[in-house]
């Protein structure tokens, strides 16, 4: 079966760093996505990753490898507009996206 | 309208009775999808469309139908509501399917309540 694993929840500080992390086991793999969704609205592009290593946008950053099904969104110098959940989603071998159940992260002063 | 857009924002349905979601964009993106979207579950694909005409069945397509007649609008029908689809809809489209990864952008969702 296709499974995507990622922490229910997690605390930060504000200015600190954090790191989601997200396993998928998938028939086939094309690209792995991370997006955004702040409570009540739609989810919001984030990164995309196909080959192994680090891609860097501004503060956040994502890591992919291939060989463990595993794949990381790093949050640097956190800000309150950062609280939101954050879905990993895996496009398979039918170039379908295949959703984890996102990580909600709460922001604390 | 740039992007995609949803109607209604919310809904207050009985069960049995009929509703179709709207859907229209104006990205000229070949591929749209609905998908819904239930707490701890994440996002669930019910039907999508790779192109005009087209459509295909996703994870949970059952009560659900869906029509493709031109590239903008997918709408979404409940033939028969049930509660078990009280949930939150979302709309997406991208480029393309196939031959490399697309981003999928969403629309602003419908909140449906089925009592």
């Known amino acids: 079966g296709q499974n995507i694993d990622q922490p229910t929840e997690m605390t930060a500080t504000e200015g600190a760093i954090v790191q989601i992390n997200c396993t998928y086991q998938t028939s086939g793999f094309n690209g792995l996505f991370w997006y955004q969704q702040h409570a009540g609205e739609a989810p919001t592009f984030l990164s995309y990753n196909v080959l192994d290593g680090l891609e860097e946008k501004g503060r956040f950053s994502s890591f992919l490898s291939r060989s463990k099904g595993y794949s990381y969104l790093l949050l640097k110098e956190l800000q309150m507009k950062d609280s939101a959940s954050y879905l990993c989603a895996v496009t398979d071998s039918n170039y379908q996206l295949i959703w984890g159940a996102g990580t909600k992260l709460i922001i604390k002063p | 309208i740039a992007g995609i857009t949803q109607a209604p924002t919310s809904q207050i349905l009985a069960a049995g009775r009929r509703m179709t979601l709207r859907c229209t964009q104006d990205m000229r993106h070949n591929a749209m999808y609905w998908y819904r979207q239930d707490l701890g579950l994440g996002l669930r694909l019910i039907h999508y469309?790779?192109?005009?005409?087209?459509?295909g069945k996703g994870e949970v397509p059952d009560g659900y139908s869906v029509s493709r007649a031109n590239t903008d609008d997918f709408p979404l029908t409940l033939a028969s509501a049930v509660p078990s689809q009280t949930s939150v809809y979302f709309c997406a489209s991208s480029v393309s399917p196939g031959q490399g990864a697309w981003e999928q952008f969403f629309g602003p969702g419908t909140r449906l309540t089925v009592l």
């Open positions: 469309s790779n192109t005009a005409g087209t459509t």
